[in-house]
């Protein structure tokens, strides 16, 4: 049914770029928010990028403001992160996610119901 499915990920050499891209099929994330989590190994999902329904406001987590980018095309239903000076840190599984409420920004991570698979992102030093 609703489907999110990542690309892009791969391994870069610390201080490159890497744009992750989402495509989401079965649902329309018009009017909904969507966002961009990361996990690495032995560590919970945390939060690291959000983007609202009209692309207005857009929210990141401390970690990588100034260096990621969140934006999205309604047209294609699709959410990109552009990762530029990339850190060994930066080093997960990076999923995209879409947002449960109509409008909401309210952007914990609890607030997002439909997930992709996720994309492997390795950083080297």
């Known amino acids: 049914q609703v489907q999110l499915v990542e690309s892009g990920g791969g391994l870069v050499q610390a201080g490159g770029s890497l744009q992750l891209s989402c495509e989401a099929s079965?649902?329309?994330?018009?009017?909904?928010?969507m966002g961009w989590f990361r996990q690495a190994p032995g560590k919970e999902r945390e939060f690291a990028a959000a983007i609202s329904w009209n692309g207005g406001l857009t929210n990141y987590a401390d970690s990588v403001k100034g260096r990621f980018t969140i934006s999205r095309d309604k047209a294609k239903n699709a959410v990109y992160l552009q990762m530029n000076s990339l850190k060994p840190e930066d080093s997960a599984v990076y999923y995209c996610?879409?947002?449960?409420?109509?409008?909401?920004?309210?952007?914990?991570?609890?607030?997002?119901?439909?997930w992709g698979q996720g994309t492997q992102v390795t950083v080297s030093s």
């Open positions: 996610a879409g947002h449960r409420g109509l409008y909401s920004s309210d952007f914990r991570q609890e607030n997002f119901a439909y």
């Open positions: 079965g649902r329309s994330f018009s009017l909904y928010a």
